[in-house]
């Protein structure tokens, strides 16, 4: 099975910072990621699929890309909303494999 | 606006089955795509569990495949998930969720708020 490495697990930022996320596979992928953000007693929120797609109604400050074994999740400029925790998901072989989580918080 | 709501006890003892049931509103299951499960254990990361599409057609995953069936019902569009067996490692919160396709990538798109489910005796 394919692992899903995210990195930092956890993010101290300030409002305005441009921050990055990574999420690492543990083989080269033939397929694309999704992101999610997920707030405290919340259900997940998708922000981005097919590695760099913007989910409607997602702010243009999120951005992703990334091929093979890395993906990245890029916030241009912290908003305070964007304080949570996010998540980067891929499929394969009719199996969803998720990262650990990246715990972003407000420095 | 597709709206997902699941419901079930939020108790279960060790070695009997969870059972949820997940009711869709505002889009019809009969009309496509997949309809799922995940889990989150308190404070962790999120687990996926099974999908089925709406001709009955499943997927599991592999580590869970011997204690879990989903199943739908078109009927009352809802979409149900056992989990047998359960120990304290299944206390979780259970989402259902949408699975829709986007280039070589299935994704959740649409989710329900989540119910926790406890295995205690």
């Known amino acids: 099975d394919i692992q899903m490495t995210q990195s930092p697990s956890t993010l101290s930022a300030s409002v305005g910072d441009r921050v990055t996320i990574t999420c690492r596979a543990s083989q080269s992928l033939s397929a694309s990621l999704a992101w999610y953000q997920q707030k405290p007693g919340k259900a997940p929120k998708v922000l981005i699929y097919k590695t760099s797609t913007l989910q409607s109604g997602v702010p243009s400050r999120f951005s992703g890309s990334g091929s093979g074994t890395e993906f990245t999740l890029t916030i241009s400029s912290l908003q305070p909303d964007d304080f949570a925790t996010y998540f980067c998901?891929?499929?394969?072989?009719?199996?969803?494999?998720f990262g650990q989580g990246t715990n972003l918080d407000i420095k | 606006q597709v709206h997902l709501q699941e419901s079930g006890p939020g108790l279960v003892r060790p070695s009997e089955t969870l059972s949820l049931t997940c009711v869709v509103s505002g889009y019809s299951i009969s009309s496509g795509y997949f309809w799922g499960w995940l889990r989150q254990p308190p404070g962790k990361g999120l687990e996926w569990l099974a999908n089925i599409y709406h001709s009955g057609r499943t997927d599991y995953n592999s580590s869970l495949r011997s204690r879990v069936i989903i199943s739908v019902n078109t009927s009352k569009n809802q979409v149900s998930l056992k989990l047998n067996s359960v120990t304290a490692a299944d206390t979780a919160i259970y989402f259902c969720?949408?699975?829709?396709?986007?280039?070589?990538?299935?994704?959740?798109?649409?989710w329900g708020q989540g119910t926790l489910v406890t295995v205690s005796s």
């Open positions: 998901q891929h499929y394969n072989n009719y199996s969803y494999t």
């Open positions: 969720a949408r699975a829709v396709p986007g280039s070589n990538l299935y994704y959740f798109d649409s």
